[in-house]
């Protein structure tokens, strides 16, 4: 009964999150959000929840997730915010939990051939104050901006490796095993009543 709760609560999860795309280990979610700032949408997708899960603002890792994100921001507000920063030290771009993906500026270089998507002549930290990652509306590239700009939409990532039960398992299976457990239980109450 617990397994089927819990297939239960993946599904009705899912419903309730239209804008949610699996890619591997990792469910993407655009929140519209008006007039956010990138601190903002960092406090709004840390306190969001998928299948239990928390969420952060988004790290994307490859084009695999790149092109996730560029389906979902389809019909977007405005460009939206990712969780990538160079707030702490100028040029060294970092996802929310601390890995660096960029060093530099528009002639800088990934870092430990990380996955980045940033549009011709980017991050040029324009006036010496972009320091938050944007994914632009409607093309997908990133671009730097002031971490004090308003947007209108974020991106979140949830680490969907965290589940107890993977999240890709087919419903079938699950299916399968609780017959399976019925019919093992059928059998050992004969035996019993035998
Ligand atoms: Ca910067
Ligand atoms: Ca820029």
């Known amino acids: 009964m617990k397994k089927l709760f819990i297939v239960c609560l993946l599904l009705a999860s899912q419903w309730a999150h239209a804008q949610v795309v699996v890619v591997g280990k990792a469910a993407f979610e655009r929140v519209d959000s008006a007039n956010v700032t990138f601190a903002d949408a960092q406090a709004e ?33 405005s460009s939206c915010w990712l969780g990538g920063s160079d707030a702490a030290v100028e040029g060294e771009w970092r ?25 011709a002549g980017e991050p040029n930290d324009a006036g010496g104050n ?22 209108n939409c974020y991106f979140v990532r949830y680490n969907l490796a965290l589940l107890p039960v993977p999240a890709t398992q087919p419903l079938g299976l699950w299916l399968m095993m609780l017959a399976m457990a019925a019919l093992g239980g059928y059998y050992l109450s004969r035996k019993a009543a035998i």
């Open 45 to 77: 997708a840390a306190s969001r929840t998928y299948m239990g899960l928390g969420g952060e603002l988004a790290s994307v890792l490859s084009a695999a997730e790149q092109a996730a994100l560029e389906g979902l921001l389809a019909g977007a507000p």
């Open 95 to 119: 996802w929310q939990d601390g890995t660096q993906f960029w060093q530099g500026n528009q002639t800088g270089s990934a870092v430990g051939g990380m996955y980045n998507n940033w549009n």
């Open 130 to 151: 972009e320091d938050g990652l944007a994914i632009t509306f409607p093309s997908g590239v990133w671009n730097d901006g002031p971490v004090t700009a308003t947007l």
